[in-house]
């Protein structure tokens, strides 16, 4: 959960958001508050704050979290949830997937 400190965020702004990480590439965050073109994001993994452009994530989808035999069953396609579903993939030895008509 994200500290005291960030419960108090507009509930509107509670939204799930895909930013860059070091480690993983991308890394799912929670947007604690919107100012602008500006957002803070809460990244419950390393329990880090920060600070980014708008510009620079990218809206989770419902569709990112399922196990989607044709990539492009899934909504909003980025680099972000589609290195997610691989990495899910060959973590389940499902490493075959399929690119449908685009």
């Known amino acids: ?25 991308w890394q799912r965050a929670e947007v604690t508050l919107l100012d602008d073109d500006k957002l803070t994001l809460y990244l419950p993994e390393t329990r880090e704050v920060r600070t980014v452009k708008s510009t620079d994530v990218c809206e989770v989808d419902a569709s990112h979290d399922e196990s989607l035999d044709d990539i492009t069953q899934m909504n909003n396609l980025h680099e972000a949830p589609l290195l997610h579903l691989l990495k899910r993939r060959l973590q389940d030895r499902a490493i075959y997937t399929w690119a449908g008509r685009v």
Do not use: G, I, K
């Open 1 to 25: 959960a994200p500290p005291d400190s960030m419960a108090a965020a507009p509930a509107q702004s509670s939204r799930l958001v895909w930013t860059r990480s070091e480690a993983e590439c």
